[in-house]
């Protein structure tokens, strides 16, 4: 069952000396899937007084959404005459029902429960249902365009079977139940635009604690995983994506390396996840002006084919939080690994262009090869937080200091309600040191600011712009 719970308010109620106090005078939900329920929300009747107060009755002043239990009790009509004896309490337990609503946008749901002793107490119930289109254990066996017409929730799989393309329309929302995968046997085109990206997150839209909402956990659901075992040199591309909460982001495994299928991921955004950002085995890659953020393992890891990454900011942050969001513990792993050590895989080549790499760790870069000096990859004009070597491959390169100024946040603090945020600080040591030709190929960043506006472009997928209190998306 897919759960959503509530958040109360606590208003300070004036202690009522005779009659009932009540915990909250607000009860709000956050956004409940229609035909799935939400979970239980505990709301607190305590009795101050020397004598017992008896419940006249218990009534909503509608009736359609809202469920309530009193000491096991559902039937309203059966709960008048309960008492609460002296210096005791009651606990009143809350739950809400949202029937379809024909609507791909939250609708907003609210009634009073009412309860009469000597006094009337009204508290006020509000949520915000939401309409989904439910896939379940769905296989695609044909070509297939899925639109923005309503979110879509994912239980358990939905599965793209080989010889079939499926392609999801600019501004799609999918609420991944837990464990929920995306598997893709044939060929995957998404379609979004930097005003309505298609969205992966997981399906919990309540919170985990006050001010942080379940959206900032990994490991949420499964990930999306293309799979290649025809070696038919299949295209997948991927524009505008927001993948964040998953066991992996982007996990991409061919049989045969030989004739690699080829995948693009541009615009994007992969962020959050409790192992891999993007996995790549056995394929060629051109990733472009893309956020592969905080993962406990490595945000990419290459395993052969060639790749091409050309602005992208690669960043490893994963536990830096002022409090526990993750059920794992980050390994001591580079951000960014390539492995050109197996004989199972094809020959691994990377070039690196106008990226930034960085994260807790010293070493953030890594090239497992037998003889690094002659790797056959090139990595121009990074920002790298990673030992400074002199290879012939390593060309306008700068090698971070601890001491150096580079994003505007790398940490989460619910107290003073800071995300991570890798958009680029004005003392970035990142600006102005991107390859101005490379940069010409690709003249906007994720966020659709000119690079060259200022007159140097920046390294990664971020340009930095004036604004920079505008908020990320």
């Known amino acids: 069952m897919i759960l959503a719970l509530c958040c109360c308010e606590n208003n300070n109620l004036p202690y009522q000396s005779d009659d009932l106090y009540v915990s909250v005078d ?64 009651m606990f009143v337990f809350l739950k809400v ?109 309540y919170h985990i604690y006050d001010k942080v909402p379940y959206d900032y956990v990994s490991g949420l659901w499964g990930g999306i995983y293309i799979i290649d075992h025809d070696g038919k040199h299949l295209q997948h591309q991927l524009d505008y994506v927001d993948i964040h909460g998953a066991n992996v982001g982007l996990y991409c495994l061919a049989a045969d390396k030989k004739q690699l299928p080829q995948i693009s991921v541009t615009n994007s955004r992969i962020h959050n996840h409790s192992m891999y950002g993007i996995a790549m085995q056995n394929f060629d890659s051109e990733i472009v002006n893309t956020e592969v953020s905080n993962c406990a393992s490595y945000c990419v890891y290459l395993a052969g084919g060639t790749h091409r990454l050309v602005h992208n900011t690669i960043a490893s942050y994963f536990n830096s939080s002022s409090v526990v969001l993750h059920s794992v513990a980050r390994d001591n792993v580079s951000a960014l690994f390539v492995n050109n050590l197996s004989k199972n895989n094809a020959r691994t080549v990377l070039q690196l262009t106008n990226c930034v790499v960085a994260g807790l760790r010293q070493q953030n870069f890594t090239i497992a090869t037998p003889m690094p000096q002659l790797y056959s990859g090139t990595f121009c004009n990074n920002c790298l937080r990673s030992d400074s070597v002199d290879y012939i491959q390593y060309i306008d390169n700068y090698f971070l200091k601890s001491q150096d100024t580079l994003f505007v946040n790398t940490y989460f603090d619910r107290n003073k309600e800071l995300y991570y945020d890798f958009r680029l600080d004005s003392a970035s040591v990142a600006r102005n040191i991107a390859d101005t030709t490379t940069a010409r190929l690709f003249p906007l960043d994720r966020l659709g600011h000119n690079r060259f506006a200022d007159g140097m472009p920046d390294a990664g997928c971020y340009e930095w712009v004036e604004t920079t209190s505008e908020p990320q998306e």
């Open 97 to 205: 029902f949202v029937d379809p609503t024909d609507s791909n946008t939250p609708v907003l749901i609210s009634d009073r429960l009412i309860i009469q002793t000597d006094v009337r107490h009204e508290i006020l119930l509000e949520a915000y249902g939401q309409d989904v289109t439910i896939l379940d254990r769905l296989h695609i066996t044909s070509d297939t365009t899925l639109a923005d017409l309503k979110p879509y929730l994912v239980r358990h799989y939905l599965v793209v079977d080989s010889g079939n393309r499926l392609t999801i329309s600019k501004g799609t929302t999918f609420f991944m139940g837990d464990s929920a995968q995306l598997v893709v046997k044939g060929e995957l085109t998404i379609a979004g635009t930097m005003q309505e990206p298609v969205v992966f997150r997981g399906s919990r839209t």
């Open 26 to 89: 607000t009860v709000r939900f956050d956004t409940v899937f229609s035909s799935t329920g939400s979970t239980t929300q505990i709301l607190k009747l305590y009795n101050p007084t020397s004598e017992a107060i008896r419940l006249r009755s218990v009534s909503f002043a509608d009736g359609r959404f809202f469920r309530v239990n009193i000491d096991g009790e559902t039937d309203l009509s059966r709960m008048a005459g309960f008492e609460i004896g002296s210096q005791d309490s």
